[in-house]
């Protein structure tokens, strides 16, 4: 299955790299910031406040999501701190074995994701801009949690191995030095740059 590669990717931000990146709103830089931090320095099973502007930031208030499942899911985020390299597979089941308000089994990669990614900004953050960047594929006609996770788990492995590939291209520095210029103070690693710049670029197509 073909997605954007980086050499796609890369021909798209620089078509308006100084654009695009002017209009990434600031909080998401300040709010992540905040996750990531925190998180390094707090309990979030008890943490209140954390858990608020985490739920909110990372669309964790579907109205669909149980208090089980907000429960399980900063529980599950406490426990991966254990990790060196928490497994993104265990992590996207045991959500999933929490039924929604409904009744219903629903698969939350996106949500584990940006669970990963507030822990280690090395843990790209699928969302549905960044999927529409990559022109990724739907996953809604597929069945049974295999199939959707074995989809996910593709596409997340390339959006890994872009990212990489776009931290290291000298065709990016300009767009890098651009993202410092305006966003310096912030200090951010250069994976969560291309996770905002990409996610960005999604957002406008």
Do not use: C, W
Request: proline share 5%.
């Amino acid at each position: 299955m073909k997605y954007r590669n980086s050499e796609e990717l890369t021909s798209m931000i620089l078509d308006d790299y100084e654009q695009l990146i002017n209009r990434i709103p600031e909080e998401k830089l300040e709010v992540y910031l905040y996750t990531n931090r925190m998180y390094h320095n707090t309990y979030v099973p008890e943490d209140g406040l954390y858990q608020f502007v985490f739920r909110h930031f990372f669309r964790l208030e579907n109205p669909s999501l149980t208090q089980e499942f907000k429960d399980t899911y900063f529980q599950t985020m406490e426990e991966a701190r254990e990790e060196i390299r928490p497994n993104i597979y265990r992590i996207t089941k045991r959500l999933y074995e929490v039924p929604n308000h409904k009744g219903a089994y629903t698969l939350q990669f996106p949500l584990t994701t940006a669970m990963l990614h507030a822990i280690n900004p090395a843990f790209p953050h699928y969302d549905s801009a960044v999927s529409k960047a990559f022109d990724f594929s739907s996953t809604y006609h597929l069945s049974g949690f295999y199939k959707k996770m074995k989809r996910y788990i593709d596409q997340y492995r390339h959006m890994y191995e872009t990212y990489q590939a776009l931290i290291g291209l000298e065709e990016m520095q300009p767009v890098f030095e651009h993202f410092d210029a305006r966003f310096g103070e912030y200090q951010l690693p250069d994976e969560k740059k291309v996770d905002l710049i990409v996610s960005q670029l999604g957002s406008t197509l």
